[in-house]
């Protein structure tokens, strides 16, 4: 179309000629019309043709764009990785950390994040509507999901400023018999609902005050903030803890809190195996798989 002479089309392509011809006389006859009128010198392109070029220019640029779009998401350059993670840790650490040294690493990459439950990670893994999770591995998290270890947090209580137990300067199981509490409910972790029951009834804590159960730790934490009752809550609450709220360790409650990123062993998408490397990286989640 450009040269208007099948010699100089061949040259330029480097092909011979009647290469050129028969390819262009079998894509007419498979389309059906004529690309080019004859000339005694040479050839001038034809008006269905003028309009079957600017297509295919057009299919042929986006050919290409969708290869290179691939390309990048095959080299773990761009695409979209959906990341959960537990929002209590979300404030300080790891977590943060992760997310922003993934963002400047593959600034192309569509990070989509959802703050959830352990249990709801753990459940979206599996099912594959998330690529990973942050989450506290009480339980256990099944043979399908590959975990990396990432540090433990530890279980404090938090209580409206002012209460009673805030004036306590060594605070224990048994001094919070009378306390009404806010807890979690059991479905989101038997498992670690009944060690934290064992650990409160071994220290004298037999049977807590429970006035009001809440799932996540943001609702917790508004509720010991309008007095309703304390709670136990994990260690990073302190670094998004409302003024209105006081955290206290306890010194007689070791329960560990596990924190560890998971996904599917069979995901093999390429920014996911990026993120796992970035995380492995940070310089807190190497100094915890040292020891």
């Known amino acids: 179309a450009e040269e208007q002479h099948y010699g100089r089309a061949a040259e330029r392509l480097r092909i011979a000629q009647p290469a050129l011809s028969r390819q ?7 389309i059906g ?12 392109i034809s008006a269905a043709g003028k309009s079957f070029l600017v297509d295919a220019r057009r299919i042929l640029h986006e050919v290409n764009e969708a290869t290179a779009r691939a390309k990048r998401v095959a080299s773990g350059q761009s695409g979209t990785l959906r990341v959960g993670f537990v929002e209590s840790v979300s404030w300080h650490g790891v977590v943060p950390d992760s997310f922003r040294e993934f963002r400047e690493r593959q600034p192309d990459a569509e990070l989509q994040l959802k703050p959830s439950s352990s249990l709801e990670q753990t459940e979206s893994v599996h099912a594959g509507r ?12 099944g043979r399908e999901l590959a975990q990396l270890p990432l540090g433990s947090l530890n279980l404090m209580l938090a209580a ?6 805030t004036k306590l300067k060594k605070l224990r199981l048994r001094d ?19 060690r934290l029951m064992h650990e409160c009834f071994r220290a004298g804590l037999k049977s807590p005050h429970i006035v009001q159960e809440a799932v996540n730790e943001a609702t917790i934490l508004s509720l010991v903030s309008c007095r309703l009752g304390v709670a136990f809550v994990s260690s990073a609450t302190r670094w998004r803890c409302p003024e209105s709220v006081v955290v206290l360790p306890v010194t007689d409650l070791n329960l560990p809190l596990p924190l560890a990123l998971i996904w599917r062993k069979d995901n093999v998408s390429p920014l996911l195996a990026k ?9 807190e989640v190497e100094a915890f798989t040292k020891h």
């Open 24 to 30: 262009i006389q079998d894509l007419e006859e498979e």
């Open 33 to 44: 019309f004529k690309l080019f009128d004859r000339l005694p010198r040479g050839v001038k």
């Open 130 to 141: 998330l690529d990973a999770g942050f989450v506290f591995t009480i339980a256990n998290i």
């Open 160 to 165: 409206p400023k002012g209460h009673p137990l």
């Open 176 to 194: 919070l018999s009378d306390a009404a509490f806010v807890w979690f409910p059991r479905r989101e972790s038997p498992a670690y609902y009944d």
């Open 275 to 283: 993120f796992v490397a970035g995380v492995r990286q940070l310089p």
